[in-house]
């Protein structure tokens, strides 16, 4: 009895009119969707720090570490600074030598106890053995190389890697041509990678 009256009751709201104000409405529960969690911020690249103390630390060290380098004389061939610390530490770049000769490194760091500069040459088939100037900031140092007609660079050495609190610390590579050489023609010049081509460093 009970399933003919619900027979009865399907076919009376099959019959109202879809217009009518009254009928038999079904109610479907609307699908639950988890909430979307928010994308990953991603990193960007790191900013250098602004505290105004160490950033006028910084100026003057680099006031300072301009004057040490610019006391080596002879033509520039390669010069470059950058900060010992922080989240934008290092330094590095290449330079075209026109042609061989002996040249003088000058490097200087302001600010730091210590810092290591590399300088060196790739030549094929030899090794790979580039010149570490071990710098400990209280003056310059330099060292006169043979350098071969190619490409030469230089960069700080990390001594770790990672940031590092930024201080203020900064330092520097200057390479000039040597006086003595460019007025002599009777010097025969080595390859970087002979040990023969340098001589002890002088600390200025």
Known sequence: MKDG????GFALCLLIPLSGTAGCVYEYPE??????????????????????QVREREVKSYAEL?????????????????????????????????????????????????????VGQEHPGAPFRPMELALDCAGTT?????IEQGYLFAHLLLPSPGDTPWTGAVGGVRVTLEVHYACSASASPSSLSSPAATRSAVRR
Request: glycine share 10%.
């Open 5 to 8: 009256r619900h027979r009865i």
């Open 31 to 52: 699908p639950v969707h988890p909430p979307t969690p928010d994308p990953t911020p991603v990193a960007g690249p790191p900013k250098p720090y602004t505290d105004p």
């Open 66 to 118: 301009d004057r040490l380098l610019k006391a080596a004389p002879g033509p520039v061939l390669l010069s470059e600074e950058g900060p010992l610390d922080g989240p934008l530490r290092g330094f590095g770049t290449t330079a075209k030598v026109p042609a061989a000769g002996l040249y003088t490194v000058t490097a200087a760091c302001v600010g730091a106890s210590s810092a290591k500069v590399a």
């Open 142 to 146: 330099s060292q006169v190389i043979a």
